[in-house]
């Protein structure tokens, strides 16, 4: 059982990651129709990602007992000036993701809500993960400036992205993720 806030709080969360895959997706698709298909490759392991977020979120309010109440998402941009506008995007996005899982770890300490405070442990682990991979591809972009060269040098190198994350949620994500050892 869970705090009424907190509820509704992990509720908007699944929305926000919902919100992330969208827009990665978005990204992809961007990428894709302007020949970067290895950038495309990784926003779109980037949405499944994004879903792995939000579904843990959805498994974890289930467990509690609370119900599950999916508000509509927004649409995400479809165009963008350039890969490195494309990653200054996704690292503004990633830091608003991570000021609200602190808040919502807040709320979880002010509920004295051990079992959330440990889940969303992982949430702010991951956050430090994705703000670190993007920081990283925004300064090679930077690098790379205007040379196209370099710029399908990384473009090949993203396009080795793998995904790691349980992408089948029929069976619940926390004992596939065990037994796939993610
Ligand atoms: Fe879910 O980490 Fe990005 O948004």
Sequence with gaps: ML???????????????????????????HSAKVGLKGFANWFMVQYHEEMYHAMKLYEYVQRQGEDVVLQAVSQPPA?????????????????YITKSINELMELAISKKDHATQIFLEWYIIEQVEEEENDNDIIAQLQL??????????LDRELATRATTVVTDFSKGIEDAAQSAGA
């Design 144 to 153: 790379i400036g205007d040379n196209p060269h370099a710029l399908l040098m």
């Design 3 to 29: 705090h009424k806030k907190m509820t509704q709080a992990l509720n908007e969360q699944i929305n926000r990651e919902m919100y992330s895959a969208y827009l990665y997706m978005a990204m992809s698709a």
């Design 79 to 95: 165009e963008f000036e350039s890969p490195l506008e494309m990653f200054t995007k996704t690292l503004a996005h990633e830091q």
